[in-house]
């Protein structure tokens, strides 16, 4: 997994390069720049307002003693507030394709696409990264050494 971020860290800003190059040769370079300005402020205009609806979500949430789970109407509430934090933040990077990807967070029908893939990877992702010593916490799960070979022993306490 880390050389996929890796990757995506190289990848992502000459895409976004490339793209922007062909964008400012079919429209030109002054629309171009003005356009990416304008999706960096509507961008930081959205994590602002997305970040001020997660709060009031997680502090009205918290108050009335609801566990936001994602299943409640505070979860997806919740849920829909950090997508809103996440798209607008993708805005406000300078490039289309990160903005694509923001818009699809942010757009009403886009969101649950965009919902029910993030959920699932998210819980793959937590399944294959929980450690051993949360397994007796976890229904369904089975504890395991950390290395294949257990030793076999006893525990002597010296103050007996």
């Known amino acids: 997994m880390p050389w996929l971020i890796a990757l995506a860290l190289l990848a992502v800003p000459v895409l976004e390069i490339f793209v922007i190059i062909q964008v400012g040769h079919a429209i030109g370079g002054w629309p171009t720049l003005g356009l990416l300005a304008l999706e960096t402020v509507v961008g930081a205009w959205l994590v602002k307002r997305a970040g001020r609806r997660a709060w009031s979500t997680l502090q009205s949430a918290l108050q009335s003693g609801n566990v936001p789970d994602g299943k409640n109407t505070s979860g997806r509430d919740l849920t829909d507030s950090g997508m809103g934090l ?5 805005l406000i990077i300078p490039g289309f394709i990160t903005d694509v990807v923001g ?14 893939l993030g959920s699932r ?9 929980t450690p051993p010593n949360f397994a007796p916490f976890m229904p369904g799960a089975t504890q395991r050494p950390a290395s294949g070979d257990v030793i076999q022993g006893e525990v002597i306490d010296p103050e007996r």
Do not use: N
């Open 86 to 90: 996440i798209g607008g933040a993708l």
């Open 103 to 116: 818009l699809s967070f942010l757009l009403p029908f886009t969101r649950p696409l965009a919902r029910r």
């Open 121 to 129: 990877f998210l819980a793959r992702r937590a399944t294959t990264l």
